[in-house]
């Protein structure tokens, strides 16, 4: 039986629309950096395709040691501009995001794991720049998230609940260059209608 993060860690995966505070462990990524309007750049577009290459070339070369779900698509978004004042504020220009997209892997992904499937990968496409992929950990420790379900034009609305939640249980949302406004994509949006996106919106959190 492969193993479905989206089911073991269910509170990490699956949240009600009501937003809720969790402690996110440290988990092992694939990570790309990259700027710009992720509907119209082609840097954004490559990033995925080296994501998912190493995730499937890692999965299937390592059936002997777990059978697991590839995990979804993940990003971590900040904006360069210095008139940004977040607290879910729409983003108008969108050509100023900086993100990190990731995809989680297995605990057993290790620096030789990772070089391996970036020289298979490389090999069987090679106009793929896998050198932008780097393997990282990252705690992300408190957090107050929810299920966004809508495009994601919408979520400002959905992030300032966000907000009320946190102050309401004892904290206040510490977004930063380090700890960012985190997305989990459940949906496919090249499949499912705007209105019916599913997106986990994670946000940092500390105490007042």
Request: hydrophobic share 40%; net charge negative.
């Amino acid at each position: 039986m492969s193993v479905d993060f989206k089911k073991v860690q269910r509170e990490l995966y699956q949240p009600g629309v009501e937003p809720v505070v969790v402690d996110v462990p440290e988990m092992t990524f694939i990570a790309v950096d990259g700027v710009g309007d992720p509907n119209v750049s082609a840097d954004y577009m490559a990033a995925i395709e080296v994501l998912y290459g190493l995730s499937y070339a890692i999965k299937m070369s390592n059936k002997h040691i777990l059978e697991y779900v590839v995990p979804p698509l993940e990003g971590f978004w900040s904006v360069d501009d210095a008139t940004f004042r977040g607290g879910g504020e729409a983003i108008r220009d969108k050509s100023k995001f900086e993100w990190t997209m990731v995809i989680r892997q297995p605990d057993f992904v290790c620096d030789e794991v990772f070089a391996a499937a970036r020289d298979l990968l490389a090999k069987k496409k090679r106009q793929l720049d896998t050198s932008q992929a780097r393997l990282i950990t990252l705690t992300e420790g408190l957090c107050v998230q929810v299920m966004h379900i809508g495009p994601y034009d919408s979520e400002p609305a959905t992030i300032a609940r966000m907000d009320s939640c946190a102050i309401a249980e004892g904290y206040t949302t510490c977004i930063s260059n380090k700890r960012c406004h985190h997305e989990i994509y459940l949906s496919d949006p090249r499949r499912v209608a705007p209105e019916k996106l599913r997106t986990v919106i994670r946000h940092p959190i500390k105490r007042t």
